[in-house]
């Protein structure tokens, strides 16, 4: 709660800087870690070992989250999101080692091959990732760089999407039922993300990066949970096995550019950004892939353009429905937060915040609704032909991807502002949605503009949509820059999913003690200025007295 309202300073007493604790904070990691590994073998010892084993571990990570609470205070108010960041990474720490103690108590007593065992070897290896994603937390804190600070979001991003692999890969059968058109959809999305990824990567600015990181990430996880869905309605295994592999490589191509990204944020040169193109070409033509596929799963010809597989006023009504979905969920966290305060002041500044959100979102609303009109007009004026092969299919694909832009970044908007009000991210992330929702407005109505009349009356209203989404947009922005939320933290979730073996553990290990070994040498230089600031410091007393 301090963190968010940026008043969480240092005791007065404690002049240690951020540095020292960082380095208490490496020490007291690695000693969690090398307990972490004795859970494995103390469940099949005596209980009273195991006993030992949970209080060392619970001693420990109070150690730990004292030396990341003081390393946080030591940040002062000018870092409010490192704090925000450094607290909630601790407390995903403090939550796996939970889920770990509750696996090993569930282990004791079994054989090494049982899968209470297997299930303990798992939580072993989620606690070992929290903690490497604390300390990698700890060393971007320092960094003040919008490249530096970009470069730790793409590279959460890209560990999200490795962990996606799993559950394509994962011998379960999907969680829920998909069609060939939803994998259409899923590969649209795809492509609008890897143009979010190529301004990113040309701008290297933070909102920029930020925005193609949350699209990417989500685009990748709707597109592998769809291609399995939709493979298992495969007639051949060869359709089955292509829609798998086609949607892993296209994942693959686009972790591939998001790393093209993540380069050319730490070193930035114009050799890198020429590799944006066939890059993103690639993922292109694995996108492709997935449409083929899908086209199969239907028994349609492989030929058959992507437009035709989804209806374009279907579209409309979809993304008309995920706006409308946005916005109810925009009121529900609205009234979720009032009914948490004792007060229902107006005036306060989260509930101002979230009423312009709110109005934003309601704002959109008005524009895809306006929207669905002027195209009805087109399509009754004979101005756009929505048969089979028509010419108007291109223009037809660029509008629907104009449309969903609009969906997603709506959707992003609503998760950002849970975000911020939860007080698991900063004003930052909403601003950036905000702004990304005004910029697929206009790109919407850019798109109408090559067919529609533009003395058109109807025309004119998606025009006056599209005017008052930018100025909602401002407002959100203006009132977020001028607020600071408080609100109070609520414990991480950590479900515990993470598979692998203790071999996998070992190695996440190995990195963790290359990155502890890095981070000791960063601290050497600031460890002898901080000497020099405390020499300057005693001089200057031993004068005034």
């Known amino acids: 709660m301090f963190a968010t309202s940026g008043t969480l300073e240092a005791d007065v007493d404690d002049d240690s800087s951020f540095y020292e604790h960082r380095e208490a904070t490496l020490r007291a990691s690695k000693s969690l870690i090398e307990q972490t590994k004795k859970f494995v073998v103390a469940v099949t010892a005596s209980p009273d070992q195991l006993t030992d084993c949970a209080q060392s571990s619970a001693e420990l990570m ?26 909630n990474a601790v407390k995903d720490v403090a939550s796996s080692l939970g889920v770990l103690v509750t696996a090993a108590k569930n282990a004791t007593g079994h054989s090494i091959d049982d899968p209470a065992t297997d299930s303990l070897r798992s939580c072993a290896k989620a606690m070992v990732t929290n903690v490497s994603a604390l300390l990698q937390t700890l060393k971007s804190v320092g960094e003040v760089g919008d490249g530096a600070r970009g470069a730790r979001i793409l590279e959460s991003t890209i560990d999200a999407i490795n962990q996606h692999f799993v ?49 990417g990430k989500t685009a990748i996880s709707e597109l592998l949970i769809t291609c399995k869905a939709a493979a298992a309605h495969a007639q051949s295994a060869e359709a089955r096995l292509g829609c798998l592999s086609s949607g892993k490589e296209c994942a693959l191509a686009f972790k591939a550019l998001l790393e093209l990204v993540h380069t050319i944020l730490l070193k930035p040169s114009r050799e890198n950004r020429l590799k944006l193109t066939p890059y993103s070409q690639d993922v292109a033509t694995c996108s492709s892939a997935v449409v083929q596929f899908a086209s199969q799963i239907k028994d349609l010809s492989a030929s058959c353009s992507p437009i035709l597989t989804v209806d374009t006023e279907e579209e409309l009504l979809n993304v008309r429905s995920s706006v409308d979905s946005t916005v109810e969920a925009l009121s529900d ?35 895809i609704n306006t929207a669905t009109a002027v195209h009805q007009e087109l399509v009754v004026e004979g101005k756009i032909q929505t048969e089979a092969g028509s010419p108007d299919s291109q223009w037809a694909e660029g509008m629907i991807s104009a449309a969903r832009m609009v969906a997603i970044t709506s959707q992003l908007l609503c998760s950002s502002a849970t975000e911020v009000m939860n007080g698991i991210a900063t004003q930052d992330k909403l601003v950036a949605a905000a702004k990304a929702v005004a910029s697929s407005a206009v790109q ?20 006056a949509a599209e005017q008052a989404v930018t100025k909602s947009s401002d407002s959100l922005v203006n009132t977020s820059s001028s607020t600071k939320v408080a609100r109070p933290e609520l414990p ?15 190695t996440l290990e190995l990195e963790l003690q290359e990155v502890a070994q890095d981070e000791r040498r960063d601290v050497t230089d600031a460890e002898e200025r901080t000497s020099l600031v405390r020499g300057s410091r005693q001089e200057h007393f031993s004068t005034s007295s």
């Not at 795809?190 to 600015?205: F, M, P, Q």
């Not at 948490?340 to 959109?364: F, I, M, W």
């Not at 692998?500 to 553990?505: F, I, L, Q, T």
Request: hydrophobic share 40%; aromatic share 2%.
């Open 492 to 506: 991480a979730v950590n479900d515990g999913t993470t598979e692998g073996s203790m071999v996998r553990e070992i």
């Open 167 to 215: 559950i394509l890969d994962d011998s379960r059968p999907p969680t829920r039922d998909a069609t060939p058109e939803d994998l259409v959809r899923a590969a649209r999305d795809v492509a609008l993300a890897v143009t979010k990824a190529v301004a990113a990567g040309n701008s290297s600015h933070l909102e920029d990066v930020t925005l193609a990181a949350e699209l």
């Open 444 to 463: 919407l109505l850019i798109a109408y503009q090559a067919k529609a009349d533009l003395s058109s009356p109807t025309f004119q209203r998606l025009q």
């Open 62 to 87: 109070t150690i730990l989250a004292a030396h990341v609470k003081k390393g946080a205070a030591a940040l002062s108010g000018f870092n409010r999101d490192g704090q925000l960041r450094l607290l």
């Open 333 to 367: 966290l609205r009234a979720q937060i009032n009914g948490e305060r004792e007060s229902d002041d107006p005036q306060r500044l989260d509930d101002h915040l979230l009423r312009t959100a709110r109005a934003l979102g309601a704002s959109v609303s008005t524009l």
